[in-house]
């Protein structure tokens, strides 16, 4: 059982930024997908970076490429979302998902779906004002 608890959310005005931070209880392997995924009110789930854990590579979804970035810092288990130049459509609550065992690109798996996560955090509100 992998145990995920985000913090770092916060109210900041239209070109703020936040570090939003994932702390994760111990994987069983070091080759885990972890992920950041937001929802607004009313709106789907959609997922936002994630980072292999077994090499730190990276995938982005295109709304926030060169504004967002994430990262890992192994020792600690804990991956971070750098969100910068933020916007009033980057409002929502964001959750960091974990996937054990697997590459975040793969003819079985692709980071961006949230169905192929088992393990999610309670979540972190980010509120973008203009």
């Known amino acids: 059982q992998v145990h995920l608890v985000e913090s770092g959310g916060g109210s900041v005005q239209a070109g703020g930024s936040l570090r939003l931070s994932c702390a994760a209880s111990e994987f069983p392997t070091n080759k885990n997908c972890m992920a950041w995924f937001r929802q607004a009110p009313g709106k789907e789930r959609e997922g936002v970076a994630a980072?292999?854990?077994?090499?730190?590579?990276?995938y982005y979804a295109d709304s926030v490429k060169g504004r967002f970035t994430i990262s890992l810092d192994n020792a600690k288990n804990t991956a971070y979302l750098h969100v910068n130049s933020l916007k009033p459509e980057d409002t929502a609550m964001y959750y960091c998902?974990?996937?054990?065992?697997?590459?975040?690109?793969?003819?079985?798996?692709?980071?961006?779906?949230?169905?192929?996560?088992?393990?999610w955090g309670q979540g972190t509100q980010v509120t973008v004002s203009s």
């Open positions: 998902a974990a996937q054990p065992g697997t590459y975040c690109s793969s003819v079985r798996f692709w980071w961006n779906s949230a169905a192929g996560f088992d393990y």
């Open positions: 980072i292999y854990t077994g090499a730190n590579y990276t």
